[in-house]
């Protein structure tokens, strides 16, 4: 199978008016990513803990690699000092308890926190009549067609076991259903629906993360079982199905077949990770309208976290790199140099979202430009050299999607940018 097919899994300048009237700023309480745009994510990652009868353990890391042992709050009264892994036995196991971490540098410190869970959650959620079933956790193997000549499904993925689903397999396609939902409209609804109207989430546990198969009929996308076995995997699930989604926008024209590759980046990985992450806030920020309940709100919180501290950290390597610029991965060569600058694009678009609160119509606006793509941006767009022009189409729609021109905000971050394309690329919405 080409390496090609398989899309990756993975985290101001004042600035004058592009098009018609800049998106109001408002603030209100809910769910936000602004923590992660003020500060840098944590360097402390803790993972989930392992119990076993009243023993349990918590494992992680610090990519500051601190000399200090750690010090662990277990919840119950007692504290210990070590490296991870880190255990402790708990003399009642009749509640739940929060474990807080804490590594000690010169100076400073940071803390995080866990919760130990002894009494199993209760995944509640009421569907939504809207919202129609459109994800499928596969419990067997699906025989996989495809809807792009020389695309050839993988022929070794699985179902998932029962066994595998720490949370119920209705839950997480529910959970799933509802990104489906949103991501559609985000779409704006112009999706290329020769592989269907649903999605299949298949298995194979020799892959390391998760990844889309956006050619397939039923369009696909394959994890290691680890991605279910509890909530934290679902952000990554829905930046496979934003691949799945966008690479088959727009219908007339998709970008699939078109935009993968070496050149996956700037649209393909920047759509995943923008789609992923609105689809997030969109959801946290209106769990009671969706009928998810707490234990769900609270995996998917902790899930779209973690997946945006990753987009944050990158775009602030990027920066402290002095701004690598490139939209074309380089054949054969180790790692991908693409990296900062797609993760850049995507916290830029959230950074904008943010300041407005308001994901959806900005991102709908955005997808309204990406889907005027035709046979000219095609051959323009496989030029290797064209890098301004990848960018510039990027720019454009995101800044066609907020009302503002964001040239300046790119320019800072030192993408080759065309005038003449941007331009050209505004007119298409003008009425």
Not at 25 to 32: I, N, Y
Not at 363 to 374: G, I, V, Y
Not at 400 to 407: A, N, P, Q, V, Y
């Amino acid at each position: 199978m080409r390496t090609s097919l398989l899309i990756r899994s993975f985290a101001c300048l004042g600035a004058c008016v592009a098009s018609g009237v800049g998106l109001p700023v408002r603030q209100s309480a809910g769910f936000t990513f602004r923590p992660l745009l003020e500060s840098s994510p944590h360097s402390l990652t803790v993972q989930e803990p392992r119990v076993s009868g009243a023993v349990v353990t918590i494992t992680g890391g610090d990519s500051r690699r601190p000399t200090t042992p750690f010090t662990f709050e277990w919840g119950d009264g007692s504290t210990s000092e070590s490296f991870f892994p880190a255990r402790h036995e708990y003399s009642a196991t009749d509640r739940d308890y929060t474990v807080t971490v804490t590594a000690h540098y010169r100076p400073g410190q940071d803390s995080r926190s866990v919760r130990v869970r002894f009494r199993p959650p209760v995944y509640e959620f009421r569907r939504d009549p809207r919202i129609p079933a459109r994800v499928c956790v596969a419990s067997a193997p699906v025989e996989l067609g495809s809807t792009m000549t020389g695309y050839k499904p993988p022929s070794n993925l699985k179902g998932f076991a029962d066994g595998e689903l720490s949370v119920p397999r209705a839950a997480i396609e529910y959970a799933l259903d509802v990104g489906h939902f949103l991501q559609t409209d985000f779409c704006n609804g112009d999706i290329d629906r020769s592989g269907g109207d649903g999605q299949v989430v298949l298995s194979q546990p020799g892959f390391g993360g998760a990844f889309s198969l956006w050619f397939t009929k039923p369009i696909s996308m394959g994890a290691n079982p680890s991605y279910l076995s509890s909530l934290a995997g679902i952000s990554s699930l829905y930046h496979e199905m934003g691949h799945n989604l966008t690479l088959n926008s727009p219908a007339r024209y998709r970008f699939g077949g078109k935009t993968d590759g070496p050149f996956n980046t700037v649209v393909s990985e920047t759509l995943a990770q923008i789609m992923q992450h609105a689809t997030a806030w969109e959801i946290l920020n209106h769990p009671a309208r969706y009928g998810l309940g707490p234990e769900i709100a609270d995996g998917l919180t902790k899930s779209a976290e973690v997946s945006f501290g990753i987009t944050a950290r990158a775009y602030r390597d990027y920066v402290a790199q002095g701004c690598p610029f490139t939209t074309r991965q380089i054949p054969g060569r180790q790692g991908d140099p693409t990296f900062g600058t797609f993760m850049s694009l995507a916290y830029v678009f959230v950074e904008q979202a943010e300041d407005r609160r308001a994901f959806r119509a900005p991102l709908k606006r955005m997808m309204a430009l990406l889907q005027t793509f035709n046979e000219r941006d095609h051959r323009r767009y496989r030029v290797a050299e064209n890098d301004a022009f990848r960018a510039t189409f990027m720019v454009a729609a995101m800044s066609h999607g907020f009302g503002e021109d964001l040239r300046p905000r790119f320019r800072q971050l030192k993408f080759a940018l065309d005038d003449a394309v941007y331009a050209e690329m505004m007119a298409r919405m003008r009425p």
